[in-house]
């Protein structure tokens, strides 16, 4: 089976742009989650979804992220303006319902730099 | 909310060597314990988990333990080898069934 897949791998942009990070989970898996990591913060919920609706946004810092599932295979995480203090590794995971011990799977990020 | 500590940050041992991570949690209500292992470039994956009924978890080299009254748990990887080298996160769910909180990560390098 294919694991979640991040996209880009990889972006470096101008602060003040628009950042769009994309996630296609596990099929068959209804949660999905964003994590962003830094060396001062660690691994960091920023938000989950449950069958493409937002259940808990606690962890995002502020108005200028923003995340959408619009359908159960897609998922975003915008930042709009983008500032240079969000520069990190963003991860995304799945996992299906079920046992409410299944693990979550991560994917390999997406390593943001804003200049 | 949920909070977990993590210790130590850095661990060097010699190959063959045994590493022992350990981990705690504040809240009482927290239930499942997995640990995760990232190589560089790569995401957390799962290496082993533990449920808050069972005391201990073996899978071949690596093992954990959950001690609930002190509210800790510790990952053991025995005769180490060098490609055990990557960061270790610890986590635990607490009250709300979904979320996972983190520990801050052990680098474990394994000298060859």
Redesign the interface.
Known sequence: DAG?IQSPRHEVTEMGQEVTLRCKPISGHD?LFWYRQTMMR??E?LI?F?NNVP??DSGMPEDRFSAKMPNASFSTLKIQPSEPRDSAVY?C?S?RTGD??Q???????TRLSIL | GENVEQHPSTLSVQEGDSAVIKCTYSDSASNYFPWYKQELGKGPQLIIDIRSNVGEKKDQRIAVTLNKTAKHFSLHITETQPEDSAVYFCAARGSSNYKLTFGKGTLLTVNP
């Open positions: 979640v949660y660690g691994l919920l989950y449950n259940i808990d991860f995971a996992r409410s011990n693990p979550q799977h991560f994917g390999d990020g």
